[in-house]
């Protein structure tokens, strides 16, 4: 089998996308998937992405994570399958689609490499001792720690992905800290089972629940630091609802190709 694909990154975070608008999306091979994102025996990616049609909006995104299986969604590989779907013609500089956990609408810049995308709404944020907990289309644990740079995220997102309270749906963990005039964020993702350079869901979470701690209203910018660049999430937040969310970031095309299977 012949599988033609493109690959978009979102901050770092990377992911496979293929064009399935030809055929209903039905009985996926999750391990072809798992061997497709591995980055020694396929292509290499933190996820894989279907586009498929619908009826009832521009396109439909399906994401798996690199593990295989049907993921959640996700931030940053919603803004990439955005400027994937511009690069077919689907689109122009707005659109609205369909994930797995609603619909979204996002805007596009002409050069097609930077995208606003809008997230859901959210209104319950818990606590797990001092870290925050809350689902932004996906679940996170949130934590502000110092000196994060030299933090191991891999440990310690890990064993907290994996305690007797997450272990069996898994969560994503982010650690933040705070600078002068930005939030650095990280995060261990569940599904890829390992930290990667950006985590869209993830850095929505982080700014609300800094907003929450800070006891912030309003409408409120917050630019974020990833290992794999910039990105800004924007939101109104009246102090029980969070509304008109945007996760706004780059989505660039890396390269195109084939793989035989």
Same mark, same amino acid.
């Given at each position: 089998?012949?599988?033609?694909?493109? &690959?978009?990154?979102?901050?770092? %975070?990377?992911?496979?996308?293929?064009?399935?608008?030809?055929?209903?999306?039905?009985?996926?091979?999750?391990?072809?998937?798992?061997?497709?994102?591995?980055?020694?025996?396929?292509?290499?990616?933190?996820?894989?992405?279907?586009? *498929? *049609?619908?009826?009832?909006?521009?396109?439909?995104?399906?994401?798996? %994570?690199?593990?295989?299986?049907?993921?959640?969604?996700?931030?940053?590989?919603?803004?990439?399958?955005?400027?994937?779907? !511009?690069?077919?013609?689907?689109? &122009?500089?707005?659109?609205?689609?369909?994930?797995?956990?609603? +619909?979204?609408?996002?805007?596009?810049?002409?050069?097609?490499?930077?995208?606003?995308?809008?997230?859901? %709404?959210? /209104?319950?944020?818990?606590?797990?001792?001092?870290?925050?907990?809350?689902?932004?289309?996906?679940?996170?644990?949130? !934590?502000?720690?110092?000196?994060?740079?030299?933090?191991?995220?891999?440990?310690?997102?890990?064993?907290?992905?994996?305690?007797?309270?997450? !272990?069996?749906?898994?969560?994503?963990?982010?650690?933040?800290? &705070?600078?002068?005039?930005?939030?650095?964020?990280?995060?261990?993702?569940?599904?890829? /089972?390992?930290?990667?350079?950006?985590?869209?869901?993830?850095?929505? +979470?982080?700014?609300?629940?800094?907003? !929450?701690?800070?006891?912030?209203?309003?409408?409120?910018?917050?630019?974020?630091?990833?290992?794999?660049?910039?990105? /800004?999430?924007?939101?109104?937040?009246?102090?029980?609802?969070? *509304?008109?969310?945007?996760?706004?970031?780059?989505?660039? &095309?890396?390269? /195109?190709?084939?793989?035989?299977?």
């Amino acid at each position: 089998m012949n599988i033609s694909f493109y &690959k978009y990154q979102g901050a770092g %975070n990377d992911f496979i996308v293929i064009d399935h608008r030809d055929a209903p999306l039905q009985n996926i091979d999750n391990a072809l998937v798992a061997r497709l994102c591995d980055r020694r025996f396929g292509i290499g990616a933190d996820g894989l992405m279907f586009l *498929t *049609t619908h009826p009832d909006y521009d396109f439909e995104m399906h994401y798996y %994570n690199a593990d295989g299986n049907v993921g959640t969604m996700c931030g940053n590989g919603g803004r990439c399958i955005v400027a994937f779907a !511009k690069h077919l013609g689907i689109i &122009k500089n707005e659109t609205n689609f369909l994930a797995v956990d609603g +619909a979204h609408y996002a805007k596009i810049t002409e050069e097609g490499n930077w995208v606003a995308l809008q997230m859901i %709404n959210v /209104e319950q944020i818990a606590n797990d001792e001092d870290a925050f907990v809350l689902n932004t289309g996906s679940p996170h644990y949130v !934590k502000e720690v110092k000196n994060l740079e030299a933090l191991d995220v891999y440990k310690h997102g890990y064993e907290i992905r994996n305690n007797h309270t997450y !272990k069996v749906n898994g969560i994503n963990v982010n650690f933040v800290e &705070k600078r002068p005039n930005h939030l650095f964020v990280r995060t261990f993702e569940r599904g890829v /089972e390992d930290e990667t350079y950006a985590c869209g869901t993830g850095v929505t +979470a982080v700014a609300m629940a800094m907003a !929450k701690k800070d006891n912030r209203i309003g409408h409120i910018e917050t630019p974020i630091q990833v290992l794999g660049g910039n990105l /800004e999430i924007k939101f109104n937040y009246d102090g029980q609802v969070f *509304t008109d969310v945007f996760l706004c970031g780059p989505a660039e &095309k890396v390269f /195109e190709g084939n793989m035989v299977v």
